[in-house]
């Protein structure tokens, strides 16, 4: 079974300029989620989609992040404009249902090291 | 909010030793989960254990076992017979029930050594 894939694995780029970044979850896993992780510190949600609904964008910076699901297959992040602070490695995981009583295991992806100069 | 606090950022023990991490967290609720992740340089989170807080049994895996004291909020991992390639940094991580969502707890970079 192939795991979740991310590209790019790295990226660099200034201040102020804009990036992308695009997360494959495994087949089947309806529930997707984006964290960030900043050096030193554990990860930290950003949005959680089911399907192609969001469940939860509480601790998203909407002001230069955004993030879509499209088809509630694949899902890209977005941030316009970057900042320094926004260098980070960002955390694409997934699984099979979200919102539920029983636990669903989440399943992470090898991530994209975004440095921001 | 939820809070999950690990005070050891650096262990280093040597290789077939038993090492353990602590974690604490804070939370109202009574029912939810626990977890220890695994993240190696290649920097993909892998899970290493999970426990119910309704099950007061401490979970199991191998030479990867935790002690659980919900009254205290304290969930520590112990790696017996640590091997070369435990070397990682480990997370502690709370999820409530039926949020779905991970709080992971700053890290413990560990280091076996030869």
């Known amino acids: 079974e192939a795991g979740v894939a991310q590209s790019p694995r790295y990226k660099i780029i200034e201040k102020r300029q804009s990036v992308a970044f695009w997360c494959n979850p495994i087949?089947?896993?309806?529930?997707l989620y984006w964290y960030q992780q900043i050096l030193g510190q554990g990860p930290k949600l950003l949005i959680q989609f089911q399907n192609n609904g969001v469940v939860d964008d509480s601790q998203l910076p909407k002001d230069r992040f955004s993030a879509e699901r499209l088809k509630g297959v694949d899902s890209t992040l977005k941030i316009q404009p970057a900042k320094l602070e926004d260098s980070a490695v960002y955390l694409c995981?997934?699984?099979?249902?979200?919102?539920?009583?029983?636990?669903?295991?989440?399943?992470f992806g090898p991530g994209t090291r975004l440095t921001v100069l | 909010a939820q809070t999950v606090t690990q005070s050891q950022p650096e262990m280093s023990v040597q290789e077939a030793e038993t090492v353990t991490l602590s974690c604490t967290y804070d939370t109202s609720e009574n029912n939810y989960y626990l977890f220890w992740y695994k993240q190696p340089p290649s920097r993909q989170m892998i899970l290493v254990i999970r426990q119910e807080a309704y099950k007061q049994q401490n979970a199991t895996e191998n030479r990867f076992s935790v002690n659980f004291q919900k009254a205290a909020k304290s969930f520590s991992l112990k790696i017996s017979d640590s091997q070369l390639g435990d070397t990682a940094m480990y997370f502690c991580?709370?999820?409530?029930?039926?949020?779905?969502?991970?709080?992971f707890g700053q890290g413990t970079r560990l280091t076996i050594n030869p």
């Open positions: 087949s089947g896993h309806a529930t």
């Open positions: 991580a709370f999820m409530g029930q039926g949020a779905q969502k991970l709080v």
């Open positions: 995981a997934s699984s099979l249902v979200g919102q539920q009583i029983t636990y669903n295991e989440q399943f």
